[in-house]
Antibody, heavy 122, light 107 residues
Framework: QVQVVQSGAEVKKPGASVKVSCKAS????????VHWVRQAPGQGLEWMGW????????NYALKFLARVTMTWDTSISTAYMELSRLRSDDTAVYYC???????????????WGQGTLVTVSS | DIQMTQSPSSLSASVGDRVTITCRAS??????LNWYQQKPGKAPKLLIY???NLQSGVPSRFSGSGSGTDFTLTISSLQPEDFATYYC?????????FGQGTKVEIK
């Protein structure tokens, strides 16, 4: 049974960085891309990027290219998303999601973490 | 980036109604279109992948169609548990994008 568990809520000051973790179990961690999606309060879903835990390859949405870093640790089946230079409009729930074995194709992601609320406030 | 535009942004419907949500891509994406359902405070749930393939465990009242730039999600007979927000998402580009969402509310 696939499980994806994220780290707990964070409160950060503007200008700081946050690192959210995403631990997967129940499947071969290196077999699926890990995507990160965020959702600001009352807003829609915003795709941030993916990491391929098999190769370490990453692909980031242009909006986040300068501020986001996605990494992984295969030994503990955990992916990480770090967002730097936080602003108040980065306040959102951050989700990791997995289940797609390729970067493009007729595939979606069917295993989601519970979400991590990141609040940016002075 | 490929832009995804959903319509309507919201709709009101009654239990038993047939509901159709439309998603349009800014360029052709073949059938690389997925649909998700999200309820308040919960993570999204994959309903349809590859434009028309029902994800395992999803009720058959949900169906998807389309190719190229125009896609639809249909709920054949709306049930109380279907009141939620629905998102389309393209997986044609290595840079995925979501539509803005369609909120289905109770009439």
């Amino acid at each position: 049974q696939v499980q994806v568990v994220q780290s707990g809520a964070e409160v950060k000051k503007p200008g700081a960085s946050v690192k959210v973790s995403c631990k997967a179990s129940g499947y071969t961690f290196t077999g699926y891309y890990v995507h990160w999606v965020r959702q600001a309060p009352g807003q829609g879903l915003e795709w941030m990027g993916w990491i391929n835990p098999n190769t370490g390859g990453t692909n980031y949405a242009l909006k986040f290219l300068a501020r986001v870093t996605m990494t992984w640790d295969t030994s503990i089946s955990t992916a990480y998303m770090e967002l730097s230079r936080l602003r108040s409009d980065d306040t959102a729930v951050y989700y990791c999601a997995t289940g797609a074995a390729v970067a493009v194709g007729p595939i979606g992601v069917d295993n989601w973490g519970q979400g991590t609320l990141v609040t940016v406030s002075s | 980036d490929i832009q995804m535009t959903q319509s309507p942004s919201s709709l009101s419907a009654s239990v038993g109604d047939r509901v159709t949500i439309t998603c349009r891509a800014s360029q052709s994406i073949s059938t690389y279109l997925n649909w998700y359902q999200q309820k308040p405070g919960k993570a999204p749930k994959l309903l349809i992948y590859g434009a028309s393939n029902l994800q395992s465990g999803v009720p058959s009242r949900f169906s998807g169609s389309g190719s190229g730039t125009d896609f639809t999600l249909t709920i054949s007979s709306l049930q109380p548990e279907d009141f939620a927000t629905y998102y389309c998402q393209q997986s044609y580009s290595t840079l995925w994008t979501f539509g803005q969402g369609t909120k289905v509310e109770i009439k």
